[in-house]
């Protein structure tokens, strides 16, 4: 599916910082936005944690 594929053929990193950046947020900002917390957030954008598909889902909300 389009989710596994993302995982495989993607920078999560370089894809979430990128979609931060676009809309011109902090970590802070953009990890309220997602509703999410600012901890679990830098895991996401450091690599350090995978991006989990809601999170994902969200994002493909917000356009590519």
Do not use: C
């Not at 389009?2 to 947020?25: C, I, P, Q, S, W």
């Not at 957030?41 to 991006?51: C, T, V």
């Amino acid at each position: 599916n389009d989710y596994h594929r993302f995982l495989d053929e993607v920078d999560g990193k370089a894809y979430l910082k990128g979609k931060r950046t676009e809309h011109n947020m902090s970590q802070r900002q953009f990890a309220k936005t997602l509703e999410i917390s600012l901890p679990r957030y830098k895991a996401y954008e450091s690599g350090k944690n995978k991006i989990p598909m809601e999170l994902w889902k969200m994002l493909q909300e917000t356009g590519d």
